[in-house]
């Protein structure tokens, strides 16, 4: 049961009323005949009702018993509802004859207060409850259908996910000799994805990859202005925007050893590098999230200006294409033992998910409810303590309604060293977590190193896909992945990715395109002489 405003209920989402009269529950009964679920977000919202009144415009029965001021809004018999109650009630009462098709909209000038019971399959209300509660915000649509309404006597029906599929598109993004290392992916626009790495000698590279053709279709391209400032194993992430804009962090050694960052709008060329200032230094493992054009929060870990330890450290961009900056690096944990493998993501809306791993092998998470302004006190998310793989990659994702995926690896299990095994937990609210689950279906040793990504849109949305290295073949580290249609809670059988290649391939990372392709990149190392970058694309 969650309690929510009602100036904030439902935007445009056609119902029909039912249950009249009452100054303290109202309840909606949806158009179509499937249940749906709900998660808050903060936006001022209408609710839009279906006018079933005899006349041009709607009565509405408010707590006070009088009707409310009603003005016709269109020619076509839409009309706009001013709330004028005075006692922070609101009860919604639609006439059963029929007046005109044409939705009209209703609009609460009285912030008021109710209470959601989604009972998933039977019927659910929308209730006014009294006080507001200024932590529970709005209630929005997640179900399968995609439908705008309110809860049913029948359950959606199942989502129907694709079943795996190879593209046949594997291929050597980089040859080079000199070597290359830390593969990061992500998805462009057109069906294309783009895939950076370092390379030795100190340079970011980015180029465009096409699925469809299995090819380069642009670069490789020098992200870094200055050659040879980029720390050659160390982190990085370069992302985009809705707008196509490219943002990327990574481990500088242009003025000693920090983080850096640089913007794009085409991709081709970047802005001269930013350097995030915080008072740690010696910045190392960046992450960065990146909600709409412009604004950009990143993460890392720095060491302490007093202390001998690594903290976390958080910090916000604001206007980047308009001669923004970033805010001053704050910290958001500085408790020993010291912090590694920072994962930061955010749901759009003003909610910031931040993780790490502590270096006695703990994972440790914040959450910030105000768009990175202050942080929670962390949390520990594994259940098993002191056991996860420290140094190994920690990734953390969050679906379109709202559960936040964190997967590592730990030896937990370990026997006779180094069996790691790749968990994954997952949170409603970032601070209560679950049960730790074990993605991987083989205890061979070496598992390790995961990444995450969610599918946003298509047949595949809400599935979140985990990738790792895997040395079940006890011959060399292949790439294997698995596959969670609920949140993060059980995991599909393990598919290998890239198994029959020549000597090991590490290090890996995916992303999810708006179509469902699914690509994935790793750290090939040919007869264990040079590091080269590989890619393969899915279909699952």
């Not at 992916?185 to 699925?211: C, D, H």
């Not at 982190?235 to 943002?247: E, K, L, M, P, R």
């Amino acid at each position: 049961m969650r309690i929510l405003t009602s100036s904030f209920l439902l935007a445009a989402v056609s119902v029909t009323a039912c249950s009249t009269d009452s100054a303290t529950n109202t309840s909606f009964q949806g158009a179509d005949a499937e249940a749906d679920t709900f998660v808050g977000f903060q936006a001022e919202d209408t609710v839009t009702v279906l006018d079933t009144s005899p006349g041009e415009g709607a009565d509405v029965d408010l707590a006070t018993d009088t009707p409310a001021t009603v003005n016709d809004a269109a020619e076509d018999g839409a009309s706009t509802l001013t709330d004028v109650e005075s006692d922070a009630q609101a009860s919604l009462d639609v006439e059963p004859t029929p007046d005109t098709a044409t939705p009209d909209v209703w609009t609460d000038d009285v912030v008021d207060v109710w209470v959601l019971t989604d009972t998933a399959g039977t019927d659910s209300s929308v209730d006014d409850a009294g006080a507001p509660d200024p932590t529970d915000v709005a209630l929005e649509d997640t179900s399968a259908d995609a439908a705008a309404d309110t809860v049913e006597p029948t359950p959606d029906v199942p989502q129907v996910f694709p079943s795996f599929s190879k593209t046949g598109c594997t291929k050597t993004v980089n040859l080079n000799a000199d070597g290359t290392v830390n593969p990061f992916i992500s998805p462009a626009r057109n069906g294309q994805f783009y895939v950076s790495w370092v390379q030795k000698g100190g340079n970011l590279m980015l180029t465009w990859e096409s699925p469809e053709l299995c090819s380069t279709v642009e670069g490789p391209f020098q992200v870094n202005a200055t050659e040879g400032t980029v720390y050659y194993w160390g982190g990085i992430a370069v992302v985009s925007d809705n707008q196509g804009n490219f943002y990327a962090v990574w481990e500088s050694t242009q003025s000693g050893k920090d983080i850096a960052f640089a913007y794009s709008e085409t991709g081709l060329t970047f802005s001269e590098p930013i350097e995030l200032v915080s008072t740690s230094t010696n910045g190392q493992d960046p992450a960065i999230w990146v909600p709409k054009a412009g604004e950009v929060h990143a993460a890392w870990r720095g060491h302490h200006p007093v202390l001998p330890q690594y903290d976390t450290l958080y910090a916000k961009g604001t206007n980047m294409f308009a001669g923004g900056t970033f805010s001053t690096g704050l910290m958001v944990n500085e408790d020993d033992p010291q912090d590694d493998q920072v994962a930061l993501v955010g749901d759009g809306k003003g909610k910031l998910y931040l993780a790490w791993q502590r270096f006695d092998g703990d994972l440790f998470a914040s959450r910030s409810l105000d768009n990175g302004a202050s942080w929670s006190a962390p949390v520990q998310v594994n259940d098993v303590n002191e056991m996860a793989n420290v140094g190994k990659a920690t990734f953390m994702t969050i679906t379109p309604e709202g559960r936040v995926v964190i997967i590592w690896s730990d030896d937990r299990k370990q026997k006779s060293g180094n069996e790691n095994d790749v968990f994954a937990d997952s949170s409603v609210d970032g601070l209560t977590w679950g049960v730790d689950v074990q993605v991987n279906d083989d205890d061979a040793r070496y598992q390790e190193d995961p990444a995450l990504a969610v599918a946003t849109s298509g047949p595949c949305k809400g599935a979140v896909y985990a990738v790792w290295q895997d040395f079940r073949s006890k011959d060399s580290f292949d790439i294997y992945a698995a596959r969670s249609t609920d949140g993060g809670l059980t995991w599909s059988a393990n598919e290998a990715i890239a198994n029959d290649l020549e000597g090991d391939e590490m290090n890996p990372a995916i992303a999810v395109g708006a179509d469902c392709t699914i690509g994935v990149a790793w750290r090939d190392s040919v007869n264990n002489e040079n590091f080269d970058i590989g890619t393969t694309y899915l279909n699952w």
